[in-house]
Structure formats: structure tokens, C-alpha cells
């Protein structure tokens, strides 16, 4: 048995939610007695596939294959599947993330497994193999029982620790049988958005709302998310007016964010937007009306108008940020 | 051309969430059902694309109970040309996607859209299984739409960025935010046309379920939010760094 983990890398990186899926494998393999093997498709260097024994990584498998630098979600589940069958996987684990999301259904169906999207801790039981997901738009949560033979689980980011519990690992070069008809979907572009911390990476989120008025006023949010080492997002009818990009718009219609805080500006708080936000850990809410919503959900809140109190904030930030 | 589209039927985005049977079923007292969001944008996609000229027949299914039909008949009305119910609880994601894909190859499809996720359990994973049981190409989590030669092209959020593909048909592909502008209302109309569409009702296909729900819970409350005056911003700093540890 062993907890195959596919830890996909990003131009020949991990992240720190790479690292989480490892520790996460790495606790459910402690009570199953197994241990955690990462499989990883692309090129990726020795040391930093070696990175991933930090936590737990025991075996790394690395699929060579040149045509599957195209992403196929087809051949991707089958090279994964067939690293799965090697080892004999009992738990296969993703992140869920847009590719994770479409690699782990097909890896379900291939394995003829259960599968549990959206994972948000270790398994209470392995039988029956019991553990909880968000449902209901973070409304609730939902424990879900797997009764197939292998389990397959997409982990939500920052739902579980980094743990170092160093091993040494086997570096295993893998090729996978890959046939032409598994491209029926292909990339014919892919656009990055470079340089900027994205929304889901993000530890912190200073987010704004139609409360800001208009697109001239943002200096203040990107400086507040300058100063914090924070990405900046916003609520949905601040992209649907174009005064932001349409990749920062959180909520239910658009990313889940689930940071260590969440910092929101001139935005009343609605379910929808709420949906999207309510795995945070702590969230600041910084409204003139006293009675919207978010002040329910929020753990600070600062009732005033943001043109007064986001300047006073970011100098007091700044401060802080100087002094330690 | 032909298209299916999976119409989930959910909760209201506004429902308050309450559970009975001893926290095992969602309570559906007093609950209004919606087409998912994400449905919603698909279907409109289509019908845009339908209304600008392309030869498309689109079929909405849904594989759920009689009181499901509501929810179909509001895709037939804003302007699906017919639609299939397949009689069944729609409790495990397998289940579910092993319905869809028996239904498609038997109707002559050319290509299956579903929502990105479904805002009840937040799945997302029934596009993609029908893909694999199909042996089909799919694209997850698609945010533009666009039929092109014999076949479509989309877009898609990767993570860091977006990707540009191309699939021939057949295919599966899952509507995200902006597959659509706006989601289509039904007019008096649409909701007049409605009730004369064909609603054919199927018997389901045997598959065994591999997963199920063992209790659900409501988040903990949150304490009280901590009020400090726009006077004292200071002051938050000092508990974002001492109390919450955050900063
Ligand atoms: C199916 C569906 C899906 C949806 N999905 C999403 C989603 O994914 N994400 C999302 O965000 N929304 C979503 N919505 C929309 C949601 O219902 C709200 O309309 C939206 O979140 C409101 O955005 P807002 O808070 O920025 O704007 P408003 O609701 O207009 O709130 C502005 C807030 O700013 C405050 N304000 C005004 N001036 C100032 C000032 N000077 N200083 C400080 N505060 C000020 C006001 O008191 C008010 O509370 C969805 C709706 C539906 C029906």
C-alpha cells in the first residue's frame, strides 16, 4: 500500500501547497502504516524534487514523457494511474486546483475509486475512510464516506500544515505508455500572468469593493497589499464594471480563497462573496455602515470610510512592518 | 449539431442551510431550487451561440426526482429545445456522471456541458467522469466558449494564468464564471413555449455508489466581531499581530 500524492510543479517548482498535500499524505500514511510516494510529470531538477523528501516524501517518481509538457487531463490521469497501479496506491491525492481538479475525476473513474473534491482535513477513519469537505458554498461541511477500494481526495489550500518529517527518497524516472488519442484537447496557448503573486497563493488578501467608488481609487488597496506582502482581489460587480481584472474576483461565482487573512474594503459582506471567502482564517472588514452584513462574519472590523481609515491603516502597517 | 447540458438543481445562492435525520439530510423545508449558476451561464452560452445563427439543438438533463422537473422546465424556458430526466437521487458524483454518459451515446451528441462545480456539495467532478467513462476529451473549468471549425474553442484558468484550447467533437467540457455575460431570464414567452417542450423521463442505469454523506455540520460561530475605532487603527495592527498571531 502507499499514499501516491501527484505534486504538480509550476515551470519546474513546487509550492508551499505542494508541500501541504506531502504532509497531508504523510499523516494519513502514519496511521495506515504505508508510506508517501509523489509523483510529479515534467522536467524538475534533483534538488528540487529532493525537497519534496522533506516532508515525507519517501519514493519520487518523475515522468519523463515529452508530450505530456502539453496538458492533457486525459494522458496526465493515465500517467498517474499507471505510476498509481506501480505502487500500489490505495490513496490518491490532488490539490484542488483547476488542474487538479480535472485530473483527479478521471483518475476516479480509471481506478474505479470514490472520489471526495475539496478535501478540508485528515480522514476521522480509514474504515470506513471518513473525511470532511466543505459543502454548501462553506455554509457547512459534510463528512463523506469512500467505500471503494482506492480513495481519491483533492485537498483544499491552507487546510492543512506544513509538517517537516524528513526521509530519504528513492528518485525513480518513470515512462508512461502514452498514446496519441489522449490529446484530444489541446493547449494551443497558454498566457501567464507573470510577476504577481496570484489570488490563490496568497497568504494575505486585501480585497475591495464597490464601496471604492472606481478603478483611480485602488492605490490605496495595492499599497495596503504592497506593504503586507498580500495579493490584492475584489468582489464580483468590481470586475463585472471592469475596474478590475476579472482573475481577482473572488466569491461564489469566482476563486475560493482560503488565506490567513482576509481583508475586506467597502464591501457589504453578501452570501455569494461570503462563499468565497469564509475559509479564511481571520477576516478584517472595513465598512461605513455599521449594520452590513460582513460585520457578522468578520473577526475585526473598523466601522468608517475607507478614504479616511486605509490611509491611516497603511502608515500604522508600515510602522509595524518597520519595527520588526 | 447537437449539445447535452447538465442542469443541476440547488439551493438558492440566499438558503439558509439546515439538516435533519440526525444531521444526514439537507433539510429542504421552505427552500427554493435554482438551475447552478454555472448551468445557468452554460445554457445561456448556448443559446447565445444558437441565436447568432449555428444549426444547435440543446438538451438539458438532469438526473433527479420528480420534483426536479421545476427546475428543467425553467432551462426549457429560457429556450433548451428539450429535456431528459433521469429518476434518481442524485447522491454520488459516479453515479451521476455514469447516467449523463448513457444518455449520450444513445442521442447522438456532439458535445456535453456541465456546470464548474455545484454549489450544494461543490463537487466538480462529473464532467470529467464522463469524459473518462466515455473515452472522451475534456475541458474543466472552461471560461470562454466558442464553436469553430468541427469543434469548439475555450479558454481556461490554470493556475498562474490561462490556457487556450481546442477540442474536436466530441467532448465534455465544464462552464466557469464568464462561459456567459449575464444568465439568460426566461420571458412569459419562453415559459409559455415550456410547457409543450418534450421532458422525456428515464429509468437509470445500475452503478454501484462509492461514496456517501455520514452527518454534516454548520460551521462554529464565529465570536463576535471586534469593533476598533477609525480613530485607532493602531489599535488593529496591535491585535492582528498579538491576538490573531496574523501579522
Ligand atoms: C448567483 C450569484 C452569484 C454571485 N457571485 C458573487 C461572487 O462570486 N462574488 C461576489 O463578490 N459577489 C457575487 N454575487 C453578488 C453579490 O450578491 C453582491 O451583489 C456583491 O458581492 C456586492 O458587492 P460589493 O459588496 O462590492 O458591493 P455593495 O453590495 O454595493 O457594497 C458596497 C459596500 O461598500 C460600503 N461602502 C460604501 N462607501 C464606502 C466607503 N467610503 N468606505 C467604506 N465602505 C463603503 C457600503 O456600505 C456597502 O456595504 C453573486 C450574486 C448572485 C445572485
Known sequence: MAILVYTENFDGKFKKSTYELISYGKEIAKVENSEVVAVTIGTVDAGVLNELSKYGASKIISVKNAELNDFSSQAHASAIVQAAKKVNADVVIFANNPNGKAISSRVAVKMDAGLVPAAVGIPSSLAPFTVRKKAFSGKAFADMVITSDVKVLTLTQNSFKVIEAP?????????????????????????????????????????????????????????????????????????????????????????????????????????????????????????????????????????????????????????????? | MKALICIGHVPDTTSKIRFTDNDTKFDTTDIQYIIGPYEELGLTRLLDIKDAGTDLHITAINVGKEETEATLRKALAMGADEAVRVNADATDAFFVAKQIAEVFKTGGYDFIVTGKESIDYNGGQVDGMIAEILGLPSVTGATKFEIEGNGAKMEREIDGGKEVVVASFPFVTSAGKDFAKEPRIPGMRGIMAARRKTLDVKEPVAQVLKTNVSKHFLPESKPACKLVSPDNVEELVRLLHEEAKII
Open chain 1, 167 to 324: 526521509v530519504t527518497a528513492v528518485l525513480e524516472d518513470f515512462n508512461a505508455e502514452i498514446s496519441a488519442d489522449m490529446f484530444g484537447a489541446k493547449p494551443v496557448e497558454v498566457v501567464k500572468t507573470t510577476g504577481k503573486l496570484s489570488v490563490t497563493d496568497a497568504e494575505i488578501l486585501v480585497s475591495g469593493g464597490r464601496g471604492l467608488k472606481g478603478p483611480e481609487n485602488w492605490g490605496m488597496v495595492e499599497e495596503m497589499a504592497e506593504i503586507l506582502g498580500a495579493a490584492t482581489c475584489c468582489s464580483r460587480p468590481v470586475t463585472d464594471l471592469d475596474w478590475r481584472p476579472h482573475h481577482e474576483h473572488v466569491g461564489q461565482t469566482g476563486k475560493v480563497v482560503a488565506p490567513n487573512l482576509y481583508i475586506a474594503i467597502g464591501i457589504s459582506g453578501a452570501v455569494q462573496h461570503l462563499a468565497g471567502v469564509n475559509g479564511s482564517k481571520v477576516m478584517v472588514v472595513i465598512n461605513t455602515d455599521k449594520d452590513a452584513p460582513f460585520f457578522e462574519s468578520a473577526n475585526y472590523g473598523i466601522v468608517g470610510d475607507a478614504f479616511d481609515v486605509v490611509p491611516k491603516l497603511n502608515a500604522a502597517f508600515k510602522k509595524f512592518k518597520a519595527g520588526n
